[in-house]
């Protein structure tokens, strides 16, 4: 059995571009969450996925934006890239409402 | 949710037991501790949680209060695989509303040979 993958593994952007993350959860989960993880401090939760909409986000701008696909499969999407935007993004995946996450690798995003 | 306290870190000798403490003064009744690691590199782990009673599965034991202020996670036999960052979390079990992570600054674990 598949845990969460992510894609890809790291990325260099320059500033103004922007990036878009993929992510696959875990067999039989319905819910995505993405959180970004500045280096040295605890994983930041930016939103939610379930059936395709957003249920939940956190204290990020609209720049950060996302998506979901019929197969559960996720996207993170940042535009207007920031050099404060690098960092490890995670992707969790999860059975509704259950706080047992299990998190992919991440993708380790430098903004230069 | 709870806020809860951690200490910044800690070290342990391969083979003996980890014993990471967490505060959680304000929890409620129906908020459950839950713990994860994040060893270096890697997206954090889910362990183990609990409500009230003491815990064990194959990774760790966790031992809550009684009076569910604070707990303990123990990790029986440390190995240097055990290396990691360690989050404690207090959030209610399920919640259909969404079910966010919110991470500390957890205690990072150091087990020396």
Known sequence: DAGVTQSPTHLIKTRGQQVTLRCSPKSGHDTVSWYQQALGQGPQFIFQYYEEEERQRGNFPDRFSGHQFPNYSSELNVNALLLGDSALYLCASSILGRYEQYFGPGTRLTVT | ?113
């Open chain 2, 1 to 113: 949710d709870a806020k809860t306290t951690q200490p910044p870190s800690m070290d342990c000798a391969e083979g003996r037991a980890a014993n990471l403490p967490c505060n959680h003064s304000t929890i409620s009744g129906n908020e459950y501790v839950y713990w994860y690691r994040q060893i270096h590199s890697q997206g954090p782990q889910y362990i183990i949680h609990g409500l009230k009673n003491n815990e064990t599965n194959e990774m760790a034991s966790l031992i809550i209060t009684e009076d569910r202020k604070s707990s303990t996670l123990i990790l029986p036999h440390a190995t240097l695989r055990d290396t990691a960052v360690y989050y404690c979390i207090v959030r209610v079990a399920e919640n259909n509303a969404g079910n966010m992570l919110t991470f500390g600054g957890g205690t990072r674990l150091m087990v020396k040979p």
